[in-house]
């Protein structure tokens, strides 16, 4: 079964806003990482915060996690065009990721 | 450069027959993974692979057998092919730390059987 549940599901803002997306996960973790996916194509790694970590920055993205109520944010600033993909949190341990549903995001120009 | 391919792109098949998916990684990483992706974008982890030898499988049918000849490759082998396996594989590769860390993604296979 998935680890993780992503919401909303999909997200439709106009360029230039600002988009997050919320993941709730059930098991202990070591790290929670964020991917995003182009249609058709592979996943990319956005950025990771480990379990000890709050908040973490990189860019435009800002990622926290809360691990007393197992969940993680991803927000992105000012979003544009490009930023039309589908996004996913995965939990890592043990040699192997875990993945959420994921979060289509639909940017608008 | 490409740092993890996978060949081929596209496979359509009929059903019962067997099939292989290739994927190479130049990263120099000692961790390799196959992934599944299904119609609704659920992506779930199939098998690892640590220095050649297998380190998870995720309860994925046997007709399903990776092979890694070098850290370099893992390769899948999927007998018997069912309109069930109809998905999106995804190779992926890790430096190999036990807790989990940032995996580099291949484009994906899309096999579709019929």
């Known amino acids: 079964s998935q680890q993780g549940e992503e919401d909303p599901q999909a997200l439709s803002i106009q360029e230039g806003e600002n988009a997050t997306m919320n993941c709730s996960y059930k098991?202990?973790?070591?790290?929670l990482q964020w991917y995003r996916q182009n249609s058709g194509r592979g996943l990319v790694h956005l950025i990771l915060i480990r379990s000890n970590e709050r908040e973490k920055h990189s860019g435009r993205l800002r990622v926290t996690l809360d691990t007393s109520k197992k969940s993680s944010s991803l927000l992105i600033t000012a979003s544009r065009a490009a930023d039309t993909a589908s996004y996913f949190c995965a939990t890592g341990s043990s040699y192997k990721l875990i993945f959420g549903s994921g979060t289509r995001l639909l940017v608008r120009p | 450069d490409t740092a993890v391919s996978q060949t081929p792109k596209y496979l359509v098949t009929q059903m019962g027959n067997d099939k292989s998916i290739k994927c190479e990684q130049n990263l120099g990483h000692d961790t390799m993974y196959w992934y599944k992706q299904d119609s609704k974008k659920f992506l779930k982890i199939m098998f690892s692979?640590?220095?050649?030898?297998?380190?998870i499988n995720e309860t994925v049918p046997n007709r399903f057998s990776p092979k890694s000849p070098d850290k370099a490759h893992l390769n899948l082998h999927i007998n018997s092919l069912e309109l069930g396996d109809s998905a999106v594989y995804f190779c992926?590769?890790?430096?190999?730390?036990?807790?989990?860390?940032?995996?580099?993604f291949g484009p994906g296979t899309r096999l579709t059987v019929l």
């Open positions: 992926a590769s890790s430096l190999g730390l036990a807790e989990g860390g940032e995996q580099f």
């Open positions: 692979y640590n220095n050649k030898e297998l380190i």
């Open positions: 098991t202990s973790i070591n790290n």
